[in-house]
Structures are given as structure tokens and as C-alpha cells.
């Protein structure tokens, strides 16, 4: 199990390359939860997500020759692009399987924005892990697994890391989870940090795997989840099981209609565009779901790749 010093390694070695990204609050928020929320915008970090830490941390840390013969990960849309542009800075050729319900923003940055090979797969686990195999074993590619990688979840630390430098009074950080790399790079960071953090994750209810999972003390799987928040569709590790049941206090459950919600209010009251899966621990506090009542509390906002072609289709049709 990695550690708060890894985090700390980690931030040392990214942070002239990542963005240190804005924390932001709203009073019309704060006053409909009764305590004082920040958000740190990862939304507004190098490709729109947390993911570009844990990627870069990882990529970083290869060797030459692992180097030479390129990279591989699976990814519904911000690890795909993390890895893309990771490698594209570190000079490495990226190869990434996509699911063919990938969001095309994700899909036409991470190939022609970053430049990177996209393989599609059917939506399913099973087949990005197969399809990713047959590559490596092909190709002879490492694999970047989005989360089950020490060197993934402690780039992924970071994020909480900075929030906690800025703002070192918080009582309380969540953050939203599905693979569980967030949460339990938080989650370390944050119990480092200060023990007395208390550490939420937050979920949609119709991907509930890592709550299950979280209870049962097994990793339990969601065959296919269907929720708007395509990026917390993935099943925890045993990995990041391990972390997240040691450092987490508790894991809440939102519908999708609250999902939504949730991301409206933040478009429209902070003005700043979130992607569903970072709604989901904003839509918990604004459910009173979790207990915290006159407390500070950090969120992750963990991205902001959001499809807007049909948003914009619409207003082409006025």
C-alpha cells in the first residue's frame, strides 16, 4: 500500500508539469448546505481531468526500454487522454483501447488532439481487458492500468495533496469514485495530511459497486452499469479496495436524476462546466445525504469532458 510520502514524491516530481488547478466556493451553495464547500477544479487541469497526474507520475517512472516499446491502457475517455498526452510529451508511442460508447469529445481528443492510437472494444470490462491483452502480448506495450497502479494513485493523491497545502482547516474531503484511484489517492493524502480528515466517496447508485464493495469487504462487480456518469463505470481493484476500506469513512449513493441536477447547478450558479461523474459528490452534500453541518469541506471536482456537440446541434436547429 503506497504512502502519504509517495504522494508527497509524487507532487515533487509533477508539479511543474501538471496545472495547479483553482479551488473555487459559491455562497448560494454554501448556504443551501450549511457549511462551507470548496471545490478544487481539476476540471481545469492539462486534459481536463485529475487523470493527467497519475498518468504523467506513471509514465515518468518507466524505464528506457519499456519506454521504447510504447504504452497501453483502457479507458472510457480521461485516462485515455491522460495517457495520450503523457506520452506525447515523454516522446512514447501510447496505444489506447476505447469502449465504442465513448464519449467522440473524449474519443476525438485523445486521438487527435494527443495523438495516440485508439483501439475500439465493446462496452463491457471483459472485453477491454481482452482486447488490451491480446495488444500487450502482441506488441509487448506496459500497461498504465487507470487505477490499479501505485504509481497512478499517487499522482492521483496530488490533487488532494495541493487542496490540503491551500487549504489546510478542511474537516471533510470527498471525492467521486469508480475505479477508486481518486478516492483512495485522496484518501491517503488526506488521513497523511491530518488524521482527523474525514474521507467521503460518493457514487451513483445505478453503478454501486464500490459501495457493495466497500461493505462487503470483496470486490463486487457491476456487469453493466448504466449511469450518465460514464467515467465511475469501472469496479474497484483489489488494490484500491484495500486502501479506500483502511482510510474512507463512508461511501454515499445518488440517483441520476440528482446527478444532474447536481451538474446543473454548478453550470449555472458557478458558471464553470463539470462532467457528471464530478456532480456526484456535489449532488450527495446538496441531497443531505452526509453530515456536514458547519463544516469545511474539500470536493474534488475531478473533470470536465463533457459532450456538448448535441448541446450545441440544438441551438443550430433554431
Not at 485529475?50 to 528506457?64: D, T, V
Not at 470527498?174 to 483512495?184: D, E, I, K, T, Y
Not at 462487480?221 to 448504466?226: L, V
Request: glycine letters at 6%; one cysteine or more.
Amino acid at each position: 500500500m503506497i504512502s502519504f510520502d509517495d504522494i508527497q514524491e509524487a507532487y515533487e516530481r509533477i508539479k511543474k508539469i501538471v496545472n495547479h488547478t483553482p479551488i473555487l466556493s459559491s455562497r448560494t451553495l454554501n448556504n443551501k448546505v450549511n457549511s462551507k464547500v470548496y471545490l478544487k477544479c481539476e476540471n481545469m487541469q492539462r486534459v481536463g481531468a485529475f487523470k493527467f497526474r497519475g498518468a504523467y507520475n506513471a509514465l515518468s517512472q518507466l524505464s528506457e526500454s519499456k519506454k521504447e516499446k510504447g504504452v497501453i491502457t483502457h479507458s472510457s475517455g480521461n485516462h485515455a487522454q491522460a495517457v495520450a498526452l503523457a506520452s506525447k510529451i515523454l516522446g512514447i508511442h501510447a496505444t489506447i483501447v476505447m469502449p465504442n460508447t465513448s464519449p467522440m469529445c473524449k474519443v476525438n481528443a485523445t486521438r487527435k488532439t494527443y495523438e495516440a492510437e485508439v483501439v475500439f472494444c465493446q462496452n463491457s470490462l471483459k472485453s477491454r481487458h481482452q482486447t488490451t491483452e491480446k495488444l500487450i502480448q502482441k506488441n509487448g506495450f506496459t500497461l498504465i492500468h487507470p487505477y490499479d497502479n501505485d504509481f497512478v494513485i499517487a499522482g492521483a493523491g496530488t490533487a488532494a495533496l495541493e487542496l490540503l497545502n491551500d487549504r489546510p482547516d478542511l474537516d471533510v474531503i470527498m471525492a467521486p469514485v469508480g475505479g477508486g484511484g481518486l478516492l483512495s489517492g485522496s484518501s491517503i493524502a488526506a488521513k497523511g495530511f491530518n488524521p482527523n480528515i474525514i474521507v467521503y466517496g460518493a457514487e451513483p447508485m445505478n453503478a454501486d459497486d464500490a459501495y457493495r464493495s466497500f461493505h462487503s469487504g470483496q470486490v463486487e462487480i457491476n456487469e453493466d452499469p448504466d449511469t450518465i456518469a460514464d467515467g465511475l463505470r469501472t469496479t474497484l481493484c483489489e488494490r484500491t479496495l484495500q486502501i479506500i476500506r483502511k482510510n474512507v469513512d463512508d461511501i454515499f449513493l445518488v440517483s441520476e436524476e440528482e446527478i444532474i441536477e447536481a451538474m446543473q447547478f454548478v453550470w449555472e450558479r458557478m458558471k464553470i462546466v463539470i462532467e457528471p461523474s464530478s456532480a456526484v459528490p456535489i449532488a450527495v452534500i446538496l441531497s443531505e445525504k452526509v453530515p456536514i453541518e458547519n463544516k469545511k469541506v474539500g470536493i474534488i471536482i475531478s473533470g470536465g469532458n463533457f459532450n456538448l456537440s448535441e448541446f450545441f446541434d440544438e441551438f443550430r436547429k433554431l
